[in-house]
């Protein structure tokens, strides 16, 4: 997908501030049973085309709206997806502005997850 150069601006500022993880990574603490919430980020129509297995869908549009309910606990980990790893950048920064803690933004997203043959629902 080809993006404008004004939101390639924006995300690069904000993948600045941000800590991301590759999927890798995050498969590897889903096999250990770790607790996190893995939430993916997408339009509605692009998470029930297919998902994570195991992800709860937050769209970005919101995502700032409803985190507080599904994480109350600003401390708790977060790891936010996207399609590849741009708007849950975006979304991780807003919820650092918003107070929380601990969250990731997986590099590479859901075309990431699916090229390494990661389980889907």
Do not use: T
């Not at 890798?24 to 297995?53: N, T, Y």
């Amino acid at each position: 997908m080809k993006h404008n150069p004004g939101f390639l601006r924006l995300v690069e500022q904000a993948k600045r501030r941000v800590k991301e993880c590759g999927v890798a990574e995050v498969k590897a603490r889903l096999d250990r049973g770790e607790r996190f919430h893995f939430i993916d980020v997408r339009e509605d129509h692009e998470f029930a085309k297919d998902h994570a297995r195991g992800a709860r869908h937050l769209g970005k549009g919101i995502i700032e709206r409803d985190i507080e309910v599904v994480v109350p606990d600003k401390q708790d980990s977060v790891v936010l997806y996207c399609g590849g790893g741009y708007r849950s950048a975006l979304a991780a920064d807003a919820l650092q502005q918003m107070g929380y803690g601990n969250v990731l933004s997986m590099d590479g997203g859901i075309r990431a997850w699916r090229e390494a043959g990661y389980p889907l629902e």
